[in-house]
């Protein structure tokens, strides 16, 4: 199953990187986040005199983060991934439409190495685009400031953060993805799903200034979970013992919401995985 697997990525990857129309919405759409969002949402605005005032405002509101970029980077990171895993699963519709996947779905090959591929594929493209947005998170006027501490392990960390989130949601938006008929469906259904992940979770501000009943739904989302791991790393660099406890929590989280979607996932592909 391996092999098979690992020829149907292979395949879709060589097709997104020929592809270079593909890949620059997501890198541009990460400047616009940043760029603009980072300004124009930065609270530190709010201080005509800015200084140490903002300084402290930002340090004490947002983890100690030194600049907001700081703050933004993780969530524009994960935000990117949610729309990217959200329509990445396109190309399977377009994969049904065209007559390939029935093709597959007749060869001799487990229907698993389908689904896998699928996740695989996806998971591979917005990780690509996730260190990218890292790279101009840090390049840009004012932006995202590592402390000194922050080396590979970080690095690490705060990527494998990001990875347990993409492939909780690889595995349930490449079900559904396989699931429905219409690339028309499938958008309608994804524009309803992302909004609230996005909106409701800590991308752009903390949990604590959300009214009560949100803030109980932000900190149940995944996506504050995989933020408050990366800002640990991002903003900190080395950790306390208490901050090391909140992160591996946070990962025990992701670990969890990545295994039950994986099941989940599964069951429903092997369902809409059969010859038309």
């Known amino acids: 199953m391996f092999r098979e697997t690992f020829a149907l990525t292979l395949r879709a990857l060589?097709?997104?990187?020929?592809?270079?129309?593909?890949?620059?919405?997501?890198?541009?759409?990460?400047l616009f986040y940043l760029i603009l969002f980072g300004n124009s949402f930065n609270p530190a605005n709010l201080f005509s005199s800015g200084g140490g005032q903002a300084t402290s405002v930002l340090q004490s509101a947002f983890g100690g983060a030194p600049t907001y970029i700081t703050y933004l980077a993780s969530?524009?990171?994960?935000?990117?991934?949610v729309f990217n895993m959200a329509f990445g699963g396109i190309d399977l519709v377009l994969d049904r439409q065209l007559g390939y996947l029935n093709s597959l779905l007749v060869a001799p090959i487990p229907r698993a190495a389908i689904f896998l591929s699928g996740v695989a594929q996806n998971l591979v493209k917005v990780l690509l685009l996730g260190v990218l947005t890292f790279i101009v998170a840090l390049v840009i006027p004012n932006g995202l400031q590592l402390p000194s501490s922050f080396g590979a392990l970080a690095f690490i960390?705060?990527?494998?953060?990001?990875i347990f989130l993409g492939l909780?949601?690889?595995?349930?938006?490449?079900?559904?993805?396989?699931?429905?008929?219409?690339?028309?469906?499938?958008?309608?259904?994804?524009n309803?799903?992302?909004?609230?992940i996005m909106f409701m979770s800590n991308a752009f501000f903390p949990p604590s200034s959300f009214p009560d009943w949100l803030k109980t739904i932000a900190n149940l989302n995944p996506v504050t979970k995989a933020n408050e791991a990366a800002r640990l790393l991002l903003i900190n660099g080395s950790l306390t013992s208490a901050q090391v406890s909140t992160y591996e929590m946070d990962m025990a989280y992701l670990v969890g919401f990545a295994a039950l979607l994986g099941f989940l996932g599964y069951f429903a592909a092997r369902r809409a995985l059969r010859p038309e």
């Open 168 to 190: 909780g949601l690889s595995f349930i938006f490449t079900a559904l993805a396989l699931s429905v008929r219409s690339i028309d469906s499938l958008v309608a259904i994804v």
């Open 75 to 81: 969530g524009v990171i994960c935000i990117i991934l």
């Open 157 to 162: 960390g705060v990527f494998g953060a990001f």
């Open 14 to 30: 060589r097709k997104w990187v020929r592809n270079p129309a593909s890949i620059m919405p997501g890198l541009f759409t990460s």
């Open 192 to 196: 309803f799903l992302t909004l609230p």
